[in-house]
């Protein structure tokens, strides 16, 4: 896409690119600075041509345009761009298959995607087509289509999320550089690169990747439609906005009604036409998103498969419940543990349980806390400061400037997320912040381009330097929360921010006595300063790339002091929660970070995860203290049996602490809940034989369970319950025909894969789940034959 921008009158503080550095300029009085705004008002950029008769030209001279870049630019601007984007890439490519499967419950979704269209068009969890994935699926397209042409491996799964990341670089550089000087937006580009969670969601193939590249195309939309009120931009950003609803539902729209209400206000245009524009840009919206849900819903239920995460079979319920308010509320009908609140006094750590504290703090902070705040609030701090300066800069200037509309549209994208992940009661993660880093990165690099420009006057100089003095700080207290993570590294950052801080506050006085010795200060602390901001997020971001992340929940950068860590919900190893440790390896998997205080009984004894067989017993210890593990009934219905651990398993002193077990790990993390089991040649072996003659070759309940004997075998497994094991994908009556007419050969029975999650097999009333109805009726009427620690039933051998 083309970048074409502005060049201000000569003599403004805000020069373009193509003085950089900045010229020399008068000695500044600092009693009395020079007048000139900071970002002053500019006529628009150059219309290209336009209409279909222009592409021919425009095809035949994008190469050239593409390594130049803008005629204005210097020459050493598109070369560091390249340079920008190919090290983005490098760096979420690098050793990207060490993670495997990632997360099993997508990659198994791709596999079915990558042999049966129809799996490709619902976003099927199988190729047989028994249940959706509880997402849309547009996420899953790019990586089926990438497994198609490639064959299906880590690779071929994970590279087109990394190669999103690097797009999204660009597309962040091309909307800050409309308005701003190619400083900023490299700056914008490389702070987001290394904003850890953007490190690691870019390598990851979960939703978040497609949805932050689409978010960012829809803010590059919204900056060019306000500039000229131009139609076919708000559209644009209409349709990107629809694809990102096929991506991850109402997650999209938390920017939307913060770009529509900047729209109405400060378009060059009209009151009415402004309503126009916006209402045609929601249709547009509608469209591009809501193709696919009329096809779905209008679609009889019995030619499709059934929409995973739902209760009835419906993906508007599963929009609006599950995946939408419920999220915000916290009442999740369907979600783990039925969306019951955790027990008193009971609080799991990092997303571990339920509604209430089981997903955290709610509150301003928690974008700061424990476990987020090395996720994404590296620059938080600084693009709140650069925002205000940015407003407050521009307050005087007319409705439709285009730097205030930047500051807005950027702005407005910060906070309306950051407020609703603040305050959202229902499941987060800390994944989930990463929808943040554009909007950090892209208010950091307008910001100090325009501080930068103006460091001569005494006052945009204090705030300059007061950013980075914050940052630094900031970035000590981040680091102090991973003490045994590169410790000279945060007296680094904070002894070298302060001084390039106090080197910046001097530097308009400085300049009276010698503009040349003041340039010069200024450009060593400016590096200096650059270094000491990006220092702490660039060795997290590089520690994330350098550990495999397995799992349904993975964080960034090492363990932290008091959080869920990497043995709490799935850093490096991925799977390991209730094995987690002081600062030591974790028991089962994953190292570092403190596990959870004492494992509990089945919390909610109404629908459970899965018919499992309660939580785990054996708890942790915590930061040194000790933890006794202990049973406990379930709550509100079932009962919750016994954990698999030994009941008296206790936390000791120290770093190393670990809870009691009873033979040996289950083959899938969290009960089988967070991860898929690993499955043995023996067992993947006896699922495959004659698998041809069976429409599924085994089910399991949980989607991740049987993600992982999909992923191991090639053939399709039925996943009874959906991801949590509780949806009502199923009837007893519907399985016991399936089996009749000799469509599935195997039942994989709980065995470790599951025991140690869920609440028994209660549900609510203490009835049981169709899923604990069909394993109870399996497990009576069939042959089991036990390999390892797991149970498997051939569906075609009845017990006398």
């Known amino acids: 896409m083309t970048t074409s921008s502005y060049s201000p009158p000569a003599g403004e503080p805000w020069p373009e690119a193509a003085h950089y550095p900045p010229p020399e300029v008068p000695r500044p009085d600092p009693v009395r600075p020079d007048p000139a705004p900071l970002f002053p008002e500019q006529p628009l950029p150059p219309a290209g041509p336009k209409g279909f008769a222009s592409w021919p030209d425009r095809l035949r001279t994008l190469p050239a345009r593409a390594w130049r870049g803008r005629a204005d630019d210097p020459r050493w601007v598109r070369p560091a761009l390249l340079a920008l984007l190919a090290a983005t890439a490098v760096l979420y490519l690098w050793g990207l298959s060490a993670s495997g499967w990632a997360n099993s419950f997508y990659s198994a979704a791709v596999q079915a995607g990558s042999q049966s ?75 987001l690169a290394l904003t850890p969670v953007a490190a690691l969601m870019f390598r990851f193939n979960n939703p978040d990747a497609l949805l932050v590249l689409l978010l960012t195309l829809a803010a590059y939309g919204m900056v060019r439609a306000v500039e000229a009120a131009g139609t076919r931009w708000l559209v644009f950003t209409g349709v990107m906005f ?29 009151l009415w036409r402004r309503v126009r524009q916006t209402l045609l840009a929601g249709v547009a919206l509608l469209v591009s998103g809501g193709w696919w849900v009329a096809v779905v819903e209008l679609m009889p239920a019995s030619a499709r498969p059934y929409i995973g995460g739902s209760q009835d079979n419906s993906f508007l319920s599963l929009t609006f419940g599950y995946n939408g308010l419920g999220r915000v509320d916290g009442n999740e009908r369907g979600s783990v543990g039925g969306g019951a609140r955790m027990p008193a006094g009971v609080d799991l750590p990092g997303g571990a349980a339920p509604g209430g504290r089981g997903w955290g ?74 929808a943040l880093a554009p909007a950090v990165a892209a208010l950091v690099g307008m910001g100090v381009d325009g501080l930068w420009r103006a460091r001569h006057r ?17 970035a000590f207290v981040l680091l102090g929360r991973s003490s045994g993570f590169l410790p000279w590294l945060r007296w680094a950052v904070l002894v070298g921010g302060l001084l390039a801080a106090a080197a910046l506050a001097a530097g308009p006085f400085v300049g009276r006595v010698s503009g040349r010795t003041g340039a010069r200060i200024a450009s060593v602390a400016g590096l200096v300063g650059l270094a000491a901001a990006l220092g702490g997020p660039a060795a997290y971001a590089v520690d994330t790339v350098d ?4 799992g349904s929940i993975v964080t960034a950068g090492p363990g932290v002091k008091g959080g869920s860590g990497p043995g709490g919900m799935g850093h490096r190893g991925g799977k390991g929660f209730p094995g987690g440790t002081g600062n030591g390896n974790g028991h089962w998997f994953g190292q570092g970070g403190p596990g959870a205080p004492g494992g509990q009984g089945g919390f909610a004894g109404g629908q459970g995860f899965a018919p499992g067989q309660g939580f785990p017993g054996g708890g942790t210890g915590n930061g040194g203290d000790r933890a006794n593990g202990r049973h406990e009934r379930g709550t509100g219905g079932g009962t919750g049996l016994p954990g698999t651990q030994d009941p008296e398993g206790t936390g000791t002193d120290g770093t190393n602490s670990t809870g009691g077990t009873a033979g040996g790990p289950p083959p899938g993390g969290m009960g089988g809940l967070l991860d898929g089991p690993k499955v043995t040649d023996e067992v993947a072996a006896m699922l495959k034989e004659n698998a041809d003659h069976y429409t599924w070759a085994a089910a399991a309940i949980g989607s991740q369970t049987a993600a992982g004997y999909q992923l191991a075998t090639g053939e399709p ?48 009333g203490g009835q049981q789940s169709e899923s604990a109805q069909i394993e109870s009726w399996v497990t009576a009427h069939f042959t089991a034959k ?4 797991t149970t498997f039933y051939d569906l075609t051998a009845p017990t006398s």
């Open 117 to 191: 269209w129809k799996a490709f068009f619902f976003g099927s969890s199988d190729a047989a087509n028994f249940i959706t994935v509880d997402k849309p699926p547009a996420s899953l397209w790019p990586m089926a289509l990438s497994a198609r042409i490639f064959g299906l491996s880590s690779w071929s799964v994970l590279a087109p999320q990394a190669l999103m990341g690097a797009a999204t670089v660009g597309v962040l550089y091309a909307t800050v550089r409309r308005r701003f000087s190619p400083l900023g937006g490299l700056l914008a580009g490389a702070a």
């Open 242 to 270: 629809g694809l990102a609803f096929l991506t991850k539902t109402l997650a999209a729209f938390l920017v939307l009604p913060a770009f529509a209400v900047i729209y109405l206000v400060v378009a060059p245009t009209g």
């Open 361 to 434: 703090q709610t509150g301003l902070t928690r974008m700061f806390g424990t476990d987020i705040g090395g996720q994404i609030a590296w620059l938080l701090p600084a693009a709140l400061i650069l925002l205000l300066a940015g407003l407050w800069a521009t307050r005087r200037y007319g409705r439709a400037d285009t730097a205030r509309a930047a500051f807005l549209v950027w702005g407005g994208w910060l906070l309306s997320t950051a407020l609703v992940f603040s305050f959202m009661s229902g499941i987060f993660h800390q994944y989930y912040t990463v």
């Open 458 to 474: 005494v006052p945009w100089a204090l705030v300059l330097a007061g950013t980075l003095a914050v940052t630094a700080v900031w």
């Open 547 to 550: 550990s495999p992340h397995t």
């Open 717 to 764: 497994v039925m996943a009874l319950g959906g991801f949590n094991g509780t949806d009502p994908s199923l009837t007893l009556a519907g399985f016991q025909k399936y089996v009749q007419e000799g469509k599935v050969h195997w039942f994989i029975g709980a065995g470790g894969s599951r025991r140690g999650f869920g609440g028994g097999a209660g549900g609510e």
């Open 786 to 789: 036990t390999i390892g620690s």
